[in-house]
Structures are given as C-alpha cells and as structure tokens.
C-alpha cells in the first residue's frame, strides 16, 4: 500500500521533525510513505472571513495538484467521522482489500481546508471536536497509521 500525507507548510520545530521522522521509520516496514509539504500562504493576525478563504483555496489548489486522480483520499476534518483505532485499521483494511493500492491523508493549513479539497475527499476523518495545530496532527495521524499496521498485523502495540 502506498500511504501519502499531504500537508501545508513546513514543519520547524524539532521535536515534531523528530517524531515525523521516527514514525516514517517505523512505517517503513508496512507502507511506502510519501509526505508532501505544499506551500503555506502568510495569514496576517486579523484576516476578513473573505481573505481566509482566500488564502485557503489558493492553499488548496496546490493540494489538489499534488492528489494522484487514482488515490482514495482521506481529507482530516473536525467534522467528519470519528473512528476508533481498531475502526481506522479495519477501514484501511478494506480499502486494501477492495484494490485501494494508493491512499492519500490531506492535512489543512493553520486556517483549515478549502471547501474544494472538502468535495475532492471520499471521506473525512475526525480525531476528536477538539482542533489540533496541523504539525501535531501530521504526528497524532502517523501514529495512529502506525497503530493500524499493528493492529492489522496482530501485533503487540501499547493498549
Ligand atoms: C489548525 S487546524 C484548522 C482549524 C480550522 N479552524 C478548521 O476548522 O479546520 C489545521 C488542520 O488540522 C487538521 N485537524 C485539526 N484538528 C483536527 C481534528 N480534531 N480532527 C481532524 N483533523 C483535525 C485539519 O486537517 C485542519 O485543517
């Protein structure tokens, strides 16, 4: 299965590159991952409802550029369905098994997705109604990708 995450910006503090980097490691062994870090817009302190659309469609059309059209993709949403662990690896399970070979997570910028990456997705995946910052997400969603190769594979993980 090829796995890619596609993210907005770049990611500077150390201790998320270090966790990003030691979960790619680990899922090197079930996946081949890819993370794709588009270009993120600047978002001045106070922004018309307007200009943050703005800055999320231009945001969003360079992640739509980066979507393989074949990909299944799985655009991570406050609002969309929340999974449990053992859920998530059962849903990536199947998509396996019905000839998903390429899965593609989206992650949104610090103003969130654009409503045309929103209609791209075949589905949406919540992690809780709480919002996370995306950098923290990138490294909650490998794990929990991580966790789901364990899970499939019957292998021991942390409870
Ligand atoms: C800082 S959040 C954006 C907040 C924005 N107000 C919104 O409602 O999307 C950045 C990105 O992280 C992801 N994210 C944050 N919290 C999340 C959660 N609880 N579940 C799923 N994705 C989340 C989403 O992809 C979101 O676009």
């Given at each position: 299965m090829r796995i890619t995450l596609v993210t907005v910006g770049k990611i500077k503090e150390k201790f998320f590159v270090q966790a990003i980097a030691e979960y790619s490691k680990r899922l090197s062994r079930y996946?081949?991952?890819?993370?794709?870090?588009?270009a993120d817009e600047k978002t001045p302190d106070k922004a018309s409802e307007a200009l943050e659309l703005q800055i999320k469609e231009k945001e969003g059309?360079?992640?739509?550029?980066s979507i393989k059209d074949d990909s299944y993709v799985i655009?991570?949403?406050?609002?969309?369905?929340?999974r449990s662990s053992e859920e998530l690896a059962a849903r990536i399970e199947?998509?396996?098994?019905?000839?998903?070979?390429?899965l593609t997570f989206v992650i949104g910028g610090s103003l969130g997705l654009a409503?045309?990456?929103l209609n791209r997705a075949d589905e949406k995946l919540s992690f809780s109604p709480m919002?996370?910052?995306?950098?923290?997400?990138?490294?909650?969603?490998?794990?929990?990708i991580y966790r789901s190769y364990r899970i499939i594979n019957h292998e021991p993980y942390h409870k």
């Amino acid at each position: 299965m090829r796995i890619t995450l596609v993210t907005v910006g770049k990611i500077k503090e150390k201790f998320f590159v270090q966790a990003i980097a030691e979960y790619s490691k680990r899922l090197s062994r079930y996946c081949k991952l890819e993370i794709i870090e588009v270009a993120d817009e600047k978002t001045p302190d106070k922004a018309s409802e307007a200009l943050e659309l703005q800055i999320k469609e231009k945001e969003g059309e360079r992640i739509l550029k980066s979507i393989k059209d074949d990909s299944y993709v799985i655009a991570l949403a406050i609002e969309g369905k929340m999974r449990s662990s053992e859920e998530l690896a059962a849903r990536i399970e199947k998509l396996g098994i019905g000839g998903e070979s390429h899965l593609t997570f989206v992650i949104g910028g610090s103003l969130g997705l654009a409503p045309a990456v929103l209609n791209r997705a075949d589905e949406k995946l919540s992690f809780s109604p709480m919002t996370f910052p995306h950098q923290l997400m990138r490294v909650i969603l490998l794990e929990q990708i991580y966790r789901s190769y364990r899970i499939i594979n019957h292998e021991p993980y942390h409870k």
